[in-house]
């Protein structure tokens, strides 16, 4: 058997497995420069990968609630010598924390994301200078690597910030406006994990309502109520040191949602759709998984779609 036959089989197998050619590929190399919406968002991404046999690998220079503003200013802080530049997550349990610089000087990085902090998603002028300068440092230390937009997604009904009468859908609207303006003047790529965050809301079996009698007082540890068709992880028990205490989290995405933003990523990154895709988590069923993957894969398919003007 020649040579040729050989590579002619491999081609052919190929074609009709496409992670069979992506097995031998080098690993996606992919640095996060968020919050924990990023961690959120990429939970199931290397899952996702591996079972079309492809790598993907993730390092995070995350830190909690942190804005655009603020990743800017400890990178400016860390070019100066000043110790409020590292912020990020030590290299080793119990070693110093980094600044952005030692991230993206451990590349090469093949994709950089960045994102804005959820408080502030919907607010365009938060976004500036700040992003922009961010990206304009990314690329001076990683020149190499696409920096991509990470969309984030609108909090769940019952958050208290729509008290005042403002709602989900218009807060994803907002958030979708100062994205892909910022996107716009980057001339990078979005990913639209809030976009799939919305279509798969509009569907009756993720769309959650609060049940009206429910009261958190009645609640007493280590309960949680049923919270069905949710995306967020909603009610939940903060254990501490000083005790326990029952609160809302209605901003964080659950098992469902950091699912749904890994369909999103792996689609986004890979422009293979991720609808039939083996991996589920446990704790997902089949019929979910399909929903969640055929929503993400309609974000991914509108991702050029404007928003309203």
């Known amino acids: 058997m020649n040579v040729r036959f050989l590579l002619i089989i491999f081609l052919a197998a190929s074609l009709s497995f496409p992670g069979l050619a992506a097995e031998s590929a080098k690993p996606l190399r992919i640095l996060t420069v968020g919050n924990s919406f990023a961690y959120n968002a990429t939970k199931f991404l290397p899952e996702l990968a591996a079972s079309t046999g492809r790598q993907v690998q993730i390092a995070s220079a995350n830190f909690r609630g942190c804005s655009l503003e603020l990743h800017w200013k400890t990178a400016q802080a860390a070019e100066a010598g000043r110790q409020e530049g590292a912020i990020y997550p030590p290299a080793t349990p119990g070693g110093a924390k980094r600044s ?30 700040f992003g922009p300068n961010l990206a304009a440092y990314i690329r001076r230390y990683a020149p190499d690597a696409e920096i991509v937009v990470h969309q984030t997604w609108a909090y769940r009904s019952d958050d208290p910030r729509f008290k005042d009468g403002s709602t989900p859908a218009a807060m994803h609207e907002a958030i979708r406006r100062a994205y892909h303006s910022l996107a716009d003047e ?22 959650y309502r609060p049940d009206p009698d429910f009261d958190p007082r009645a609640v007493r540890y280590p309960d949680v109520p049923p919270q069905p068709h949710s995306l967020h992880v909603g009610w939940r028990w903060f254990v501490k040191p000083t005790g326990t205490k029952f609160a809302l989290d209605a901003r964080h995405a659950n098992l469902f949602g950091q699912y749904l933003g890994s369909c999103v990523f792996f689609e986004f990154l890979f422009a293979q759709s991720v609808v039939g895709n083996p991996f589920v988590p446990p704790g997902i069923t089949a019929g979910q998984a399909r929903s969640l993957q055929e929503a993400a894969h309609q974000a991914v398919a509108g991702v050029h779609t404007k928003p309203a003007s």
């Open 100 to 129: 952005l610089r030692d991230f993206l000087s451990a590349g090469p990085w093949d994709i950089i994301t960045i994102q804005q902090a959820s408080p502030l998603s919907n607010d365009p002028s938060s976004y500036r200078p």
């Open 186 to 207: 980057l001339g990078a790529r979005l990913v639209p994990v809030g976009d799939a965050f919305a279509i798969a809301g509009a569907d009756p079996q993720w769309t």
